[in-house]
C-alpha cells in the first residue's frame, strides 16, 4: 500500500529549499560584488569631474583656489584619496585651479609678506562674564594682563573675522609662514602655565583627560570644531610647576604636543633677570628645558618667554644667558626670546627682524589706547603682512625691497 505524502511536510520542505537558495545567492552576490574605488581626478576638468561624481552617486563639493602648476578649470586636490572604496552618497570636495596668481591679484589682495605679524600675550583666562569685572571690558586685573571667557570669545571671532588665521611661533621665526591668499598670520602664546590655560575635570570613560570647555585650550578647541581653516594652535610658556596639576601635568604637556600646540620656557621661579646672577640666569632656563625634555623629549620649543620683560636690554649682561648656557653639565641654546607686550612685530622676512627679541601685543582692553587689542589692530590696518598663499615665495612691493632681509632660499617676487 503506497504511503500518503504530507502535504505540510511538502511546504515546509519546499520553503526551507528556497531559503537555502536565496542563502546561497547572496553569499555567492556578496563574494563577487565589484565596489566601486576612488578615481585619480588630478588635472581633470570640472565637466569629467561632475560626470564622475553622478555616475557614483557622490555628492560634490567645489572649491576654487590659485595654483602654480594646475591649469585654470582643472582638479588640484580630492577629499577622497585614489583607491579608497565608495559609499552611496558621500561627500566628495575637489579643489579646483583659477590658474596662476599674477599681478593682478596680488593687487586685488594687496599682498604684503614684509607686514607686520601680531603676537598675541594672554595669561589667565577666568570663567567670568565682562560684567562681572570691576575693570575695563573684559579685564580681570587693573592692568589687562588676565581675560574673561567671554572676552576671550569675543577676542577670537574678532581676529577670524578680520582675515587673521594662526599659525605657530616656531614657525613664524623661522620664516614658515602658510596662510591663503589674502589672509594675515596671527599667533598666540599664553604665560605662566597657569591652570585656567589647561583645565583638568578628570579623565573620560576612555582614559583621555577631561578638558573644562572654559579654560583656554578647552575654548581654543571649540573654535578649531567651529572654524576648521582657522588652523588653531598656540604656545604655552611653562615655569616648574607646569599647569599646576601634579596628577595630570605630565598628560597635559604629551596632550598639547599631540593636538598641535607648543610649549616654550617661562623659566623655574619667574625670575626677573634684572636681579640674577650668571649662575642663577642659567639654572632658571637650563632648568626648564631640562624638565621638558625628561617628559616631551625634543618636542618643546627653544622659546624664552621673558618674566617682567625682564631684562628688557639686550646689552644687560644677563641677556646672553637667556640665549645660550649650561646647566647640570648640559648646554643649552636658545631660539627666540619674548618681550612682554606692547605692539606687532615685523616680518621674518624683513631686515629689522631679531627672534631674539620678539615684541608682542598684551591682549587687553583700554578704549582704544595705548596699544590695546583695538588700537594694535587698528593700527594693523594699514601694515599687516598679507599672504600669497605660498609658503615657498616672498611676494613684495617694489617699494619695499630696500626692507627685505633674510629670504629663508624663497623665490621673492616683486609687484
Not at 174 to 180: A, S, T
Not at 285 to 291: N, S
Not at 370 to 394: A, H, R, V
Request: some cysteine; proline content about 2%; hydrophobic content about 35%.
Amino acid at each position: 500500500m503506497k504511503r500518503k505524502i504530507n502535504s505540510t511536510n511538502v511546504i515546509i520542505l519546499i520553503v526551507i529549499i528556497i531559503l537555502l537558495c536565496f542563502l546561497i545567492f547572496l553569499i555567492f552576490n556578496k563574494s563577487n560584488k565589484i565596489e566601486n574605488k576612488m578615481a585619480n581626478l588630478i588635472n581633470k576638468n570640472l565637466k569629467e569631474v561632475k560626470e564622475y561624481a553622478k555616475a557614483n552617486n557622490l555628492s560634490l563639493d567645489i572649491i576654487y583656489e590659485y595654483s602654480k602648476t594646475i591649469e585654470k578649470d582643472k582638479v588640484i586636490d580630492q577629499s577622497i584619496k585614489e583607491d579608497n572604496i565608495l559609499k552611496e552618497n558621500q561627500k566628495l570636495i575637489v579643489t579646483v585651479s583659477k590658474g596662476k596668481i599674477g599681478k593682478e591679484v596680488y593687487n586685488e589682495y594687496n599682498v604684503n609678506e614684509l607686514g607686520n605679524v601680531p603676537i598675541m600675550m594672554y595669561h589667565k583666562i577666568i570663567d567670568m562674564k565682562n560684567d562681572e569685572t570691576e575693570y575695563t571690558l573684559g579685564n580681570v586685573d587693573k592692568d589687562g594682563y588676565n581675560r574673561t571667557t567671554e572676552a576671550f570669545r569675543n577676542d577670537l571671532e574678532f581676529y577670524y573675522k578680520e582675515g587673521y588665521r594662526m599659525i605657530r611661533l616656531d614657525d613664524y621665526i623661522n620664516g614658515d609662514i602658510d596662510v591663503p591668499l589674502g589672509k594675515s598670520p596671527l599667533i598666540l602664546t599664553f604665560d605662566d602655565g597657569d591652570k585656567t590655560n589647561f583645565n583638568v575635570l578628570g579623565k573620560n570613560e576612555d582614559g583621555t583627560l577631561k578638558i573644562d570647555p572654559n579654560c583656554a585650550v578647552g575654548i581654543l578647541e571649540e573654535f578649531k570644531n567651529k572654524y576648521k581653516d582657522f588652523n588653531v594652535t598656540a604656545t604655552f610658556f611653562v615655569m616648574d610647576g607646569l599647569f599646576g596639576q601634579e596628577e595630570y601635568n605630565e598628560e597635559i604637556l604629551n596632550w598639547l604636543v599631540l593636538h598641535g600646540y607648543d610649549i616654550g620656557n617661562h623659566t623655574k621661579t619667574h625670575v626677573n633677570f634684572k636681579n640674577a646672577n650668571e649662575t642663577k640666569s642659567q639654572e632658571e632656563v637650563g632648568y626648564i628645558y631640562e624638565k621638558l625634555e625628561s617628559i616631551i623629549p625634543g618636542k618643546y620649543v627653544n622659546i624664552v618667554a621673558l618674566p617682567y620683560g625682564s631684562p628688557g636690554d639686550k646689552n644687560h649682561p644677563n641677556y646672553k644667558y637667556v640665549l645660550n648656557g649650561v646647566y647640570n653639565g648640559k648646554k643649552y641654546n636658545t631660539s627666540a626670546a619674548l618681550r612682554v607686550g606692547w605692539t606687532s612685530e615685523v616680518s621674518p622676512f624683513n631686515k629689522n627682524f631679531d627672534k631674539t627679541f620678539l615684541k608682542r601685543i598684551r591682549a587687553y582692553d583700554n578704549n582704544g589706547k595705548e596699544f590695546d587689542i583695538q588700537m594694535s589692530f587698528e593700527n594693523l590696518k594699514t601694515n599687516k603682512y598679507i599672504s600669497d598663499g605660498d609658503q615657498n615665495t616672498i611676494v613684495i612691493k617694489s617699494d619695499s625691497e630696500t626692507n627685505l632681509g633674510e629670504t629663508y632660499n624663497k623665490e621673492v617676487i616683486k609687484y
